[in-house]
């Protein structure tokens, strides 16, 4: 992967920032209500805009997402025309964005993770180092 100019950085952004709005202000389909942008990337000769979003769920409500930006993809690429100024509008691919969601997932399963076998020596050792409640000093 290529580096990042000043000038793309601020291009991606300002793509993702838009889809984003367009997503929340003009688009009012329910198969894309808590879809978040996390991030857009827009390709040197600006045809392609590949963009990440997330939307919190499993594989059916990543269907329903895709679905529903495919849907809207057209009135979504039109509006992005009218907040962006560029040479000319990328074709909008989306991909979800599953990173959150996994993230999630796996904080969750580590609540869930039974005590260690490191966890369970070391309340051990802590054990056999208190002092010795008999009062018996000697060693």
Do not use: C
Request: zero cysteines; proline letters at 5%.
């Amino acid at each position: 992967m290529s580096r990042e100019n000043p000038r793309s950085r601020r291009l991606n952004e300002a793509v993702a920032e838009a889809i984003a709005f367009i997503l929340e202000e003009d688009v009012s389909d329910p198969r894309l209500e808590l879809v978040t942008v996390t991030g857009a990337n827009v390709t040197k000769d600006l045809s392609v805009a590949q963009v990440w979003v997330t939307a919190h769920g499993d594989e059916a409500r990543y269907a329903e997402v895709r679905e529903g930006l495919d849907s809207a993809k057209g009135r979504i690429r039109s509006l992005l025309s009218q907040r962006v100024p560029m040479r000319q509008t990328p074709e909008l691919r989306f991909e979800i964005d599953e990173s959150v969601d996994e993230g999630m997932r796996i904080d969750a399963a580590l609540l869930d993770v039974p005590p260690t076998l490191a966890a369970e020596r070391e309340s051990a050792d802590a054990a056999v180092a208190s002092p010795d409640e008999t009062g018996d000093d000697s060693a």
